[in-house]
DNA sequence: TCTGGGGTCCTTCCGCGA
DNA sequence: TCTGTCGCGGAAGGACCC
């Protein structure tokens, strides 16, 4: 029995809602990200700033040379989030078998649904017609037989993209190696080292000799992608999870209290968010990036959870204090936290819990930031006094 | 060209205890 | 008791994706 997944794909997202928000903008090149003169990179472009020669990724000081009529916007992601959650909602309306992946991306199994709703062209033309009616967005649309097929059938029409995959293994070979999920431009180099420039070429080699040279991980993966095998490139159940906030300055900096500051910012950033996410969290990560561009990081486990933004802007000096000369210019730094828990999720060994102990813990994690942000400006200037002491 | 910010997963190394 | 090895957790780095 053979599935029918889709994947719905927003076509240049957060371009199309400033061109949907501000209609003149509509057939210009749009350019989403820091303003020219600032350090950053293209978050996403319209297709006719595409035609420039412009795409995301790209450090928008080029794109403004490529581009000097572009019209530069800043990120909103406020504005992305809500159009986002709207349309998420008109998908999974569609069918419970929903699954998103990211803000403008996600999976829909509608296997066995065909004398329900009709041929799978036919719906995924309905979605289209749907959204963009209600959104005046477009989309792309990918449908085979499993997530990773459909991922890279999404892309195969773009913009405004319909298309399914029949013939898994003739489509895969109209396609370049690049073009496969997790496939990016180191593997790409390895690959070509080992005379392996097609998808093809992948597929002649067996799984023990790719496993031989990519890692186990990485040849299981190459050999199940070569034949159209979904190698679990969206896991339902992620085993990781992680918090982090970064900041890259405008300047690079080596000043003390500045550098402080920032990570007393960055900490309290993060505890929020594990407060509010109902998260705990024992390991803290410091992430440094100096002016050449090379990057560190160094963590700490701790015996127990953190508690306060405090105690976390105390963990990150400490590892920054290990890592930095104190000398070198800085140009980013970041502060996060790993090995999170949802305390009384499974990990506990419990297989349910009663409502009242949830909402208890709540209200617990509620007031406890409460008295968070009372406290905030007291213990700011106070640690940041202690701290410059020391510098 | 001069390189964001938010993530996940994998590999390698190391020390520890069985 | 010595030695090899195995599994594990922690740490650091790196590839990749949106
Ligand atoms: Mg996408
Ligand atoms: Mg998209």
């Known amino acids: 029995m053979t599935g029918t997944i889709f994947h719905v794909d927003l076509d240049a997202f957060y371009a199309s809602v400033e061109q949907q928000d501000n209609p003149s903008l509509k057939g210009k090149p749009v350019i989403v990200g820091p303003q020219p003169g600032n350090r950053g990179v293209v978050s996403a472009c319209s297709y006719e700033a595409r035609r ?19 019209i530069f916007r800043p990120v909103r992601m406020k ?19 929903f699954q998103q992946i990211s803000i403008d991306e996600a999976f829909l199994d509608l296997s066995g649904t065909e004398r329900l709703f009709g041929p799978a062209l036919q719906v995924g033309r309905m979605i289209k017609e749907r ?13 085979a037989a499993n997530k990773f097929l459909a991922k890279l059938a999404s892309e195969y029409e773009k913009p405004d993209g319909l298309f399914q995959v ?6 895969l070979d109209r396609l370049s190696l690049k073009d496969i999920w997790g496939i990016g431009e180191k593997t790409l180099d390895r690959l070509a080292e080992l005379n392996i420039t097609s998808i093809q070429k992948l597929r002649s080699f067996s799984r023990d000799i790719l496993c031989s040279m990519m890692g186990v991980a990485g040849g299981r993966y190459l050999y199940l992608a070569a034949r159209g095998m979904d190698p679990g490139i969206y896991s339902d159940h992620p085993r990781s999870h992680s918090i982090s906030s970064e900041r890259t300055f405008a300047r690079d900096k080596k000043d003390r209290t500045a550098i402080n500051k920032t990570l007393l910012e960055l900490s309290q950033q993060i505890m929020h968010r594990l407060i509010v996410g109902g998260w705990q969290a024992n390991t803290a990560v410091l992430k440094v990036r100096y002016e050449d561009f090379t990057t560190t990081t160094i963590q700490k ?8 933004s405090d105690e976390l802007y105390r963990v990150a000096l400490e590892l920054l204090r290990k890592k930095w000369n104190g000398s070198t210019p800085i140009r980013l730094l970041g502060v996060g936290t790993t090995q999170l ?4 999720s499974l990990e506990q060994g419990e297989l349910f819990e009663d409502r009242d102990l949830k909402r208890r813990k709540v209200e617990q994690a509620v007031t406890e930031l409460k008295e968070k942000m009372k406290g905030l400006k007291l213990t700011k200037a106070s640690l940041l006094e202690t701290k410059d002491r020391c510098g």
């Open 301 to 308: 486990t701790l015996k127990h959870y953190l508690t306060s």
């Open 52 to 70: 420039f020669g412009i795409h995301s990724g790209m450090p928008v000081s080029r794109a403004a040379r490529l581009c000097p009529q572009g």
């Open 341 to 344: 828990l949802r305390p009384g």
């Open 79 to 97: 504005r992305y989030l809500e159009i986002s959650e709207e349309i998420m909602k008109e998908l999974a309306d569609i069918t419970p078998v």
């Open 166 to 171: 029949t013939e898994p293994i003739e489509f």
């Open 131 to 143: 959204i963009a009616d209600r959104f005046g967005l477009t989309l792309s649309i990918g449908i």
